[in-house]
């Protein structure tokens, strides 16, 4: 059964009818013990369907400012008659851009010319703003050619993080156009290489302070609203798969020990890290749902 969170958490945020069209939805639940009483964890997605299209055959925004793989997903907890919930967004990049599909193992991607470029990108985040609040942007996308993969296969690593720079670069500039908005670049492949997720560290330290600024939504069991969630996350790489699902991920799990820390159910120095089944079933709880959305 859905818990009011979601009532709360999604709906008034549409009510007015300015929100998206998110009608795609996707749950998955997964239940542990702490101090001897149940924790449910319940992670919806939602995806929007005003530019909908396979990977690679629809990219950026359209004029209106709609994006492709736009998926809202809300982290729901529910621990001793208080519920919680987080929620991230991810997208594709906000520009005008195409990768038109050939016989290459990755397409190049394009950047579409065209006078309307600042006023897409202002009306996408505008959108944004009127349904979540503050919004800061995480920039999953490669600047610069990494040595240790051109080794490899230098011309092919040259061609693909060139042109991947070169679309970061763009989005990077129009970021420019609104300072009211907080662009962080993380260069996932260059600081997480080699399977080190770990270092995603180094950007939470960096937007800790925003994050938690944002906070989360909570609720007790007479249905009173305790905490709100200010603002959100809009995370992106290329295809928003890979890199986007495990700083998702990373995000979630944090803000999901600051949740249960709040309820009662950790202590300030606990984390669901340190429990391996506990943590093995938030990964899986959090994979399963972003592959299929994905």
Same mark, same amino acid.
């Not at 950047?111 to 470029?117: G, N, Y």
């Not at 989005?171 to 270092?199: K, L, S, T, W």
């Not at 890979?242 to 949740?259: H, I």
């Given at each position: 059964?859905?818990?009011?969170?979601?009532?709360?958490?999604?709906?008034?945020?549409?009510?007015?009818?300015?929100?998206?069209?998110?009608?795609?939805?996707?749950?998955?639940?997964?239940?542990?013990?702490?101090?001897?009483?149940?924790?449910?964890?319940?992670?919806?997605?939602?995806?929007?369907?005003?530019?909908?299209?396979?990977?690679?055959?629809?990219?950026?925004?359209?004029?209106?400012?709609?994006?492709?793989?736009?998926?809202?997903?809300?982290?729901?907890?529910?621990?001793?008659?208080?519920?919680?919930?987080?929620?991230?967004?991810?997208?594709?990049?906000?520009?005008?851009?195409?990768?038109?599909?050939?016989?290459?193992?990755?397409?190049?991607?394009?950047?579409?010319?065209?006078?309307?470029?600042?006023?897409?990108?202002?009306?996408?985040?505008?959108?944004?703003?009127?349904?979540?609040?503050?919004?800061?942007?995480?920039?999953?996308?490669?600047?610069?050619? %990494?040595? /240790?993969? $051109?080794?490899?296969?230098?011309?092919?690593?040259?061609?693909? #993080?060139? !042109?991947?720079? @070169?679309?970061?670069?763009?989005?990077?500039?129009?970021?420019?156009?609104?300072?009211?908005?907080?662009?962080?670049?993380?260069?996932?492949?260059?600081?997480?290489?080699?399977?080190?997720?770990?270092?995603?560290?180094?950007?939470?330290?960096?937007?800790?302070?925003?994050?938690?600024?944002?906070?989360?939504?909570?609720?007790?069991?007479?249905?009173?609203?305790?905490?709100?969630?200010?603002?959100?996350?809009?995370?992106?790489?290329?295809?928003?798969?890979?890199?986007?699902?495990?700083?998702?991920?990373?995000?979630?799990?944090?803000?999901?020990?600051? %949740?249960? /820390?709040? $309820?009662?159910?950790?202590?300030?120095?606990?984390?669901?890290? #340190?429990? !391996?089944?506990? @943590?093995?079933?938030?990964?899986?709880?959090?994979?399963?749902?972003?592959?299929?959305?994905?």
């Amino acid at each position: 059964m859905l818990s009011p969170s979601f009532v709360f958490q999604h709906w008034r945020k549409y009510a007015s009818g300015v929100g998206p069209s998110l009608t795609i939805l996707r749950f998955q639940t997964e239940q542990f013990t702490l101090k001897d009483r149940l924790v449910r964890i319940t992670l919806f997605s939602r995806r929007c369907n005003r530019r909908l299209g396979t990977r690679m055959w629809r990219r950026g925004a359209n004029l209106e400012g709609a994006t492709a793989n736009f998926v809202e997903t809300e982290q729901l907890v529910e621990y001793e008659g208080l519920t919680s919930s987080f929620i991230q967004v991810r997208g594709s990049i906000p520009l005008l851009w195409e990768q038109i599909v050939d016989l290459s193992y990755k397409p190049r991607p394009s950047i579409i010319e065209h006078e309307e470029m600042t006023k897409v990108v202002e009306r996408h985040f505008h959108d944004l703003s009127q349904r979540y609040g503050d919004t800061m942007v995480i920039d999953l996308t490669d600047k610069a050619v %990494q040595q /240790r993969q $051109m080794t490899v296969c230098p011309i092919f690593f040259l061609l693909q #993080q060139g !042109d991947e720079g @070169n679309l970061s670069n763009a989005f990077a500039a129009e970021m420019q156009n609104f300072p009211d908005i907080r662009y962080v670049h993380f260069d996932f492949h260059h600081i997480c290489g080699g399977g080190n997720f770990d270092n995603l560290q180094v950007l939470y330290d960096e937007i800790e302070e925003a994050i938690q600024k944002q906070g989360y939504f909570l609720m007790n069991s007479k249905g009173e609203i305790l905490l709100d969630q200010s603002g959100v996350v809009r995370s992106n790489c290329i295809d928003c798969l890979d890199r986007t699902n495990v700083t998702q991920s990373f995000l979630a799990r944090k803000s999901l020990d600051s %949740q249960l /820390r709040r $309820m009662g159910a950790l202590s300030s120095a606990e984390s669901i890290s #340190q429990s !391996d089944s506990i @943590n093995d079933k938030f990964k899986k709880c959090k994979c399963g749902l972003s592959m299929v959305m994905s």
